[in-house]
């Protein structure tokens, strides 16, 4: 199976900025596009930003100009910079890749457990 642990949430003051880390581990035979999610009390889960094996990336319009996602292919990590972080940005962020474990026969999605995000007004 692959395994994605997020770090880097916390408790933060409207405007301020925090950098959001998911580390991939496990039997890992490919990992294709990756995802951060987020999840606020009450509210269904929501795409926030997603990357391709190339790097092109998609955001929502919730968050363009303020998110950047990006990834380490080499050490099987994917980022998201969160600046001018607004109150209803709180959430859990949920981190999302697409791929393979070594004896799949099919493409998987992988979630982590999810990281706090919460920001004071």
């Known amino acids: 199976q692959v395994q994605l642990v997020e770090s880097g949430g916390g408790l933060v003051q409207a405007g301020g900025s925090l950098r959001l880390s998911c580390a991939a581990s496990g039997n890992i035979a490919r990992i294709d596009a990756m995802a951060w999610y987020r999840q606020a009390p009450g509210k269904q889960r929501e795409l926030v930003a997603a990357i391709t094996m190339d790097s092109i990336t998609n955001y929502a319009d919730s968050v363009k100009g303020r998110f950047t996602i990006s990834r380490d292919n080499a050490k099987l990590t994917l980022y998201l910079q969160m600046n001018s972080l607004k109150p209803e940005d709180t959430a859990v962020y949920h981190c999302?890749?697409?791929?393979?474990?070594?004896?799949?026969?099919?493409?998987?999605?992988?979630w982590g457990q999810g990281t706090q995000v919460t920001v004071s007004s």
């Open positions: 999302n890749a697409k791929g393979r474990h070594w004896g799949s026969y099919r493409d998987m999605d992988y």
